[in-house]
Structure formats: C-alpha cells, structure tokens
C-alpha cells in the first residue's frame, strides 16, 4: 500500500490523473496493479505528500518535460503574487481562479492541491464546461487519520464516535466522515440513526452536483479525487435504496452516476443490469461477494453475458468507452 501510495503522489504531482495529459492512468488502476484498495493508496498518498511537501507546483516533485511545460506559468504567477501582494492584509490569502492564470490549462491548475505564498485552491466547487471538480475540504487530511485508526482499531468507539460528529460539524460538506460514522452507528445497533445520517449526506449531495433543475453536471470523475466523496455518498444511497425496495430512485442513482463518469471505478453499470434483470442487493451480493470483495472476472463474464438484453441501457455507455466483448478464453465456463 505504501509502495502504491508513493507512485500515486509522484503521479499526481506531475498529472498522471488528467485525461488531457500524456501519459494518463486512473488512480485506482495505480491500486489494482499493486492489488490494494485505492482508499487506502489515495490516504497513503496524501500522508507521503504532507511530509514531503509534495504540493502540486512544487517543481522538485516535476518530470523534467512537466517543469518545461510550466515554466511560462511560474513566471506569469509569480508576476500576478507580486501584484496582488501589495494590498493584501496581513494574513489574507488572496484566491486566484484558473481562468485567470491565462496561458495554462484551466483542467491542470484546477488539480493545484496547495502550496505557494499567496495560492488558495478550489475553495469553491468548480464547474467549467461541464465538468463538476469539488472544492479542498479543510477536513479532509483529519479524516484520513481517523480512518487510519479506525481501520486499525486503534481507536476506541466512542471516541471516534466524538471525532467523527466533529469533523461534520467542522464541514458539513465533507461526507466520507458522514459514511465511516453510519458504519459505526450500524455496528452498534443504531442501524436507523445510521440511515438518517446517511439520507443528509446524499441529500447535501445530491443539491450540491444538481444545478436549480435538478440537471446533473456531465462529468463528476472519479479522477478527481476531491469527488469521491461525493460519489461514494450517492452509491451508498442508491445501493440503501436498492435494499431497502425503492429501486426506481436505485436506478434514478446510478444512472446519473454512471452518466457522469463513465470509466465507472464505483461499478455502476453492474449494479444496474442486476437491478434490471429483477435481482435484490442481497442476491447481488450472495452472487459475487466474497471474503476479499467482489469477484472481478466473475462479474465482468456475468455483464458481458447478460448486458447486451439492455442494449437501451448501455448502447451509449459501450460506445463512449469503446467496450469489447470478451473472448472465447476469458468468458471460461
């Protein structure tokens, strides 16, 4: 997990996750080649950037072509910092959005993770042609420490009960604390608290990707790691909803989920077509689950099989990602 969470950070410094980049790779296929969970990598990735340091215009941390590529950027932003300089108060960080950094692209400054003398990044949720990027949460890096305690049981309940409730009040807005804090309420019994906690955080959500309409952006990526904790919020809702019989707000979900990011790290496309073929979440998971997660290959034979009876369903996502059927050997028996 460490050696995974080290070329994360490396990659992430020099835009490994930008699909207009070359070269492009996932996150979590950074995790699936070292066989690790990309929670664990993205937490690993975040502690290994703190202690070195590894902010995302920090040019030691650069390919040498990255830094060629941002010369022209430095010099343009260190011209803007120094006229900005002047009429700050002291203290005051003073934010600068990426259209106005003209002559760099717009989808790298908005990866921008922190560092620099006057430098604030996504203080806001951004949405620029579509595409929905979520702002830095000031919780974030303490909630990483907490779910390392709690992964590890080094923490005891009622006491990460207590931080949990913290870091929500800190910022509502940050749901991944809402997620481990349900997990914990179910544990203990308090299955129906739990859900209560998890109906606000898709409610917040949901409000926060939906524009006045209730239209959905057309990418919320998992790329950006700042979404996840968004996306996985929505899962969770849609999957309650799937086992608790409202399938049709279920599907309601996943589609939108899948629609906005169609690479599908979060496996909605499979989710939908057991819903479409009648199965409940419990089926679902007596079908693929096991000790270490879900069977992959078992799963990717069971689509393929099957998804071709909903081609209304997912004729547009086959075609926008270029899916192939298998062959004869990887469908097996």
Not at 64 to 77: G, S, Y
Not at 94 to 111: D, E, K, V
């Amino acid at each position: 997990i460490w050696a995974a969470g080290i070329v994360h950070a490396i990659g992430s410094n020099n835009f490994l996750f930008d699909k207009n980049s070359k070269p492009y790779l996932a996150a979590a296929d950074i995790a699936a080649g070292f066989g690790a969970a990309t929670g664990s990598v993205a937490q690993n990735a975040a502690t290994v950037r703190n202690l070195l340091d590894m902010w995302q215009m920090n040019p030691e941390w650069m390919t040498k072509r990255i830094q060629a590529e941002f010369t022209p950027l430095f010099v343009q932003m260190a011209e803007m910092d120094e006229t900005l300089r002047d009429d700050l108060a002291p203290g005051e960080v003073r934010p600068i959005s990426a259209t106005q950094a003209q002559g760099g692209s717009s989808s790298l400054l908005a990866m921008l993770m922190g560092g620099g003398a006057n430098l604030k990044v996504r203080a806001q949720d951004s949405r620029e042609k579509g595409e929905f990027i979520a702002r830095d949460s000031p919780a974030s890096e303490a909630f990483y420490d907490l779910a390392e305690r709690y992964e590890s049981g080094r923490s005891a309940t009622k006491t990460l009960e207590r931080d949990l409730r913290a870091l929500i009040a800190q910022d509502p807005d940050f749901y991944d604390p809402y997620l481990m804090l349900r997990d914990l309420l179910k544990q203990t019994g308090r299955e129906a608290e739990g859900a209560t906690l998890l109906a606000e955080a898709s409610r917040r959500a949901s409000a926060r990707v939906a524009d006045a309409k209730g239209n959905w952006p057309k990418s919320l990526d998992w790329g950006w790691i700042e979404n996840r904790h968004i996306i996985r919020t929505l899962l969770n809702q849609a999957l309650d909803d799937w086992t608790t019989g409202n399938w049709n707000a279920a599907l309601d979900l996943l589609r939108h989920l899948l629609r906005a990011n169609p690479n599908d790290n979060i496996g909605a496309r499979e989710y939908i077509l057991a819903i479409r073929m009648g199965d409940t979440f419990a089926g679902f998971e007596r079908r693929f689950a096991s000790a270490y997660g879900y069977d992959a290959m078992k799963m990717l034979q069971w689509f393929d099989a099957n998804s071709a009876q909903f081609d209304d369903e997912f004729g547009w996502w086959k075609k926008a990602v270029g899916y192939a059927p298998l062959s004869p050997g990887q469908r097996g028996s």
